[in-house]
């Protein structure tokens, strides 16, 4: 009798879930998109627009969380949308706030947070970024910006390796080939 309702308990939480889907789900880290980026092709799938962007101010929101010993401190970060190369929507839009990687407090000292493959967006620096414009703007994930030294690409070292074909691009020679690239994939939205 017990193996009954367990199964019943089971079949109702699937239903609840609703279809299977076979589109990727992306996962939202601190509060911005994040999708499984690893091509140009990837940008035109998932972003509303590829833009060279400048980062005017930043601050934080929330009280910092955590424990004594370690803390997390959320940033966000104004962009002012210098020029948009490619979109997918129109957006009169000149400026647009974003959560982006904050500060981590160990042992009482404030250490900027940096991920794994991306770039921490800076005031004072221009990039180009894959914005997702929807709820809870800002870059599409990791990959998702690129710093800009002067009207150049200047991939970091920690950047994704497939990002490195475009480092020392200008802008514009970079726009004319990503107009170019196909996107085979299906835009999809952050949480589904």
């Not at 104004?78 to 839009?93: K, M, P």
């Not at 947070?113 to 620096?125: A, F, I, N, S």
């Not at 690129?146 to 200008?170: E, F, I, N, T």
Request: hydrophobic share 40%.
């Amino acid at each position: 009798m017990p193996h009954r309702l367990v199964l019943l308990l089971t079949a109702l939480s699937l239903a609840a879930c609703g279809p299977f889907s076979t589109k990727p789900s992306p996962a939202i880290i601190i509060g911005e998109p994040s999708f499984a980026v690893d091509s140009f092709a990837d940008w035109k799938a998932h972003a509303d627009v590829v833009a060279v962007v400048s980062v005017i101010d930043q601050r934080t929101k929330r009280e910092p969380h955590g424990t004594t010993s370690f803390t997390q401190i959320a940033r966000w970060v104004d962009l002012r949308i210098d020029r948009v190369l490619w979109g997918h929507r129109r957006s009169d839009e000149r400026h647009v706030e974003v959560q982006n990687w904050g500060w981590e407090v160990r042992d009482g000292v404030r250490h900027p947070e940096v991920p794994q493959y991306g770039v921490r967006l800076e005031v004072g620096r221009r990039y180009l970024v894959a914005l997702w414009l929807g709820d809870g703007p800002g870059p599409i994930g990791e990959a998702g910006a690129v710093p800009l030294c002067g009207s150049r690409l200047c991939v970091d070292v920690r950047q994704a390796g497939w990002l490195k074909q475009v480092d020392g691009l200008s802008v514009d020679a970079f726009a004319r080939r990503f107009e170019r690239i196909a996107s085979d994939r299906h835009r999809t939205r952050p949480g589904g």
